[in-house]
């Protein structure tokens, strides 16, 4: 069973910083892209940022220049770091990963639990 595990939300002043990570762990054969959405109160659920195995990223206009998306391919893990925080980036933060789990014959998505940002004025 494949699992993705969030961490390192919390509340912020505007103009702070916040690092959230995010650890797949279970039967896994290979890990695609990962990413970060986030849905704040009343909204669907967007896109943040996303990385490829390979390392390229993608951002969405709106956290561009503010927020860096990396990984550690090593340990199944993906970070955002969040610099130059706004109240309107509260939302509730998930981690996606598209994973090869081992001995299945495709590979799907997963989501992490989630992770409170709350950035204060």
């Known amino acids: 069973q494949v699992q993705l595990v969030e961490s390192g939300g919390g509340l912020v002043q505007a103009g702070g910083s916040l690092r959230l990570s995010c650890a797949a762990s279970?039967?896994?054969?290979?890990?695609?892209?990962m990413g970060w959405y986030r849905q704040a109160p009343g909204k669907q659920r967007e896109l943040v940022a996303t990385?490829?195995?390979?390392?390229?990223?993608n951002y969405a206009d709106s956290v561009k220049g503010r927020f860096t998306i990396s990984r550690a391919n090593a340990k199944n893990t993906v970070y955002l770091q969040m610099n130059s925080l706004k109240p309107e980036d509260t939302a509730v933060y998930y981690c996606?990963?598209?994973?090869?789990?081992?001995?299945?014959?495709?590979?799907?998505?997963?989501w992490g639990q989630g992770t409170q940002v709350t950035v204060s004025s």
């Open positions: 996606n990963a598209d994973i090869w789990a081992m001995g299945s014959m495709l590979p799907r998505d997963y």
């Open positions: 279970g039967n896994i054969y290979k890990i695609n892209d």
């Open positions: 990385i490829t195995s390979g390392g390229s990223t």
